[in-house]
T-cell receptor, first 110, second 114 residues
Framework: RKEVEQDPGPFNVPEGATVAFNCTYS??????FFWYRQDCRKEPKLLMS???SGNEDGRFTAQLNRASQYISLLIRDSKLSDSATYLC???????????FGSGTRLQVQP | NAGVTQTPKFQVLKTGQSMTLQCAQD?????MYWYRQDPGMGLRLIYY???????DKGEVPNGYNVSRLNKREFSLRLESAAPSQTSVYFC?????????????FGPGTRLTVL
């Protein structure tokens, strides 16, 4: 079983739609969580951190449920420019490195 | 600032050949990392260097060696390339302060081993 699991998609949504991605992690010792965005054939870039209380950054909302070991990302009012792969990430504090899910691909259509 | 740079951008090797992937960062970060990304697998950690002078194995270290040449540079060497090492390789850096800090990635090296 992968440490971080995501639905690979693709999610095909029209502009203006609301879309939600889910992610589960298996390592209960994971302490910090993030969403990274990766455009086609580019490097990953940090989209936002995920806090236990939930956090929002403009059209993006991230939530964490430690009891269920579950992370979510909600995108409201989707834009064409949101088309990308979204990577769910947990930290491995022992290695000071990141454990990545395989990513969920989003395609926003006009 | 250039951030994290990687060379080369593309490389084709024959099985058994060796090569070194170069990575440099100009953000004065103390930690550096090498990941590989395969289709459907996400990024997997190969090696990391928490600080200058130290290196440690990640999830998939077999077939690779690394050198933390100085604070700026962290190289990845394939001694005898195999087709299974065909992948996209990303270098990253971060400032480790005891809590997570954002990792910044280079543009990647696309390696094909024939």
């Amino acid at each position: 079983r992968k440490e971080v699991e995501q639905d690979p998609g693709p999610f095909n949504v029209p502009e203006g739609a609301t879309v939600a991605f889910n992610c589960t992690y298996s390592n209960s010792a994971s302490q910090s969580f993030f969403w990274y965005r990766q455009d086609c054939r580019k490097e990953p870039k940090l989209l936002m951190s995920v806090y236990s209380s939930g956090n929002e950054d403009g059209r993006f909302t991230a939530q964490l449920n430690r009891a269920s070991q579950y992370i979510s990302l909600l995108i409201r009012d989707s834009k064409l420019s949101d088309s990308a792969t979204y990577l769910c990430v947990a930290t491995d504090t022992g290695r000071r490195a990141l454990t990545f899910g395989s990513g969920t691909r989003l395609q926003v259509q006009p | 600032n250039a951030g994290v740079t990687q060379t080369p951008k593309f490389q084709v090797l024959k099985t058994g050949q060796s090569m070194t992937l170069q990575c440099a960062q100009d953000m004065n970060h103390n930690s550096m990392y090498w990941y590989r990304q395969d289709p459907g697998m996400g990024l997997r950690l190969i090696y990391y260097s928490a600080s200058e002078g130290t290196t440690d194995k990640g999830e998939v270290p077999n077939g690779y060696n690394v050198s933390r040449l100085n604070k700026r540079e962290f190289s990845l060497r394939l001694e005898s390339a195999a087709p299974s090492q065909t992948s996209v390789y990303f270098c990253a850096s971060s400032e480790w302060t005891g809590a997570y800090n954002e990792q910044f990635f280079g543009p990647g090296t696309r390696l094909t081993v024939l």
